[in-house]
């Protein structure tokens, strides 16, 4: 079973869920032969301290071979101290670590109007989680994808249905080394 906790990113915000990368993950994790269900616990606007909140209910409840973690982008775009976003990201790591699963975790960047000091050490922040905790890591979720106007919704912060199969090819490539060969 592959958990997935993430924000407005991955609960497929202004779109049919059915259609987000989530959903695509699912099926292309079906249609190759691998043995998952994929439960998506994701919520428009979660930040880490939700997700810190809510992690240990969801380990317990599903007992996950797999966590993809997708958050921290709401506690940046709120401008929260990067100690303290990367303290609950490290904290769900290691809870997950501990209930024996796997973690992919999922990389974001913020929008230059942040500063480039908070924007680079939000990006950092991601590389570092990963290096310290010998775990693989997408550097950004939607690489490719936010800077083509087409891809984005009018808001310009969520990926139309249209980026959904790039942004499931972007966490396919980090993902698939983690997962038992289909049998």
């Given at each position: 079973?592959?958990?997935?906790?993430?924000?407005?990113?991955?609960?497929?915000?202004?779109i049919?869920?059915?259609?987000?990368?989530?959903?695509?993950?699912?099926?292309?994790?079906?249609?190759?032969?691998y043995?998952?269900?994929?439960?998506?616990?994701?919520?428009?606007?979660?930040?880490?301290?939700?997700?810190?909140?809510?992690?240990?209910?969801?380990?317990?409840?599903?007992?996950?071979q797999?966590?993809?973690?997708?958050?921290?982008?709401?506690?940046?775009?709120?401008?929260?101290?990067?100690?303290?976003?990367?303290?609950?990201?490290?904290?769900?790591?290691?809870?997950?670590?501990?209930?024996?699963?796997d973690i992919?975790?999922?990389?974001?960047?913020?929008?230059?109007?942040?500063?480039?000091?908070?924007?680079?050490?939000?990006?950092?922040?991601?590389?570092?989680?990963?290096?310290?905790?010998?775990?693989p890591a997408?550097p950004?979720l939607?690489?490719?994808?936010?800077?083509?106007?087409?891809?984005?919704?009018?808001?310009?912060?969520?990926?139309?249905?249209e980026?959904?199969?790039?942004m499931?090819?972007?966490?396919?490539?980090?993902l698939?080394?983690?997962?038992?060969q289909?049998?």
């Amino acid at each position: 079973m592959i958990l997935v906790l993430g924000d407005s990113l991955s609960a497929s915000f202004g779109i049919d869920q059915s259609n987000g990368w989530v959903s695509l993950l699912e099926q292309k994790l079906s249609h190759s032969n691998y043995d998952y269900r994929v439960v998506n616990a994701s919520i428009s606007g979660e930040t880490t301290q939700g997700g810190l909140q809510r992690l240990p209910k969801l380990l317990s409840k599903y007992q996950p071979q797999l966590v993809i973690l997708e958050l921290g982008g709401n506690d940046g775009l709120r401008g929260l101290g990067i100690d303290l976003i990367k303290s609950n990201l490290q904290t769900m790591i290691s809870k997950s670590s501990q209930s024996h699963a796997d973690i992919l975790l999922i990389g974001m960047r913020l929008p230059p109007n942040y500063g480039q000091f908070y924007t680079d050490a939000f990006s950092q922040m991601y590389v570092d989680l990963a290096n310290d905790n010998n775990i693989p890591a997408v550097p950004f979720l939607l690489a490719g994808i936010a800077t083509r106007e087409n891809l984005m919704q009018v808001d310009g912060i969520h990926p139309k249905e249209e980026a959904q199969s790039l942004m499931l090819d972007n966490v396919w490539k980090h993902l698939q080394p983690l997962l038992r060969q289909p049998g």
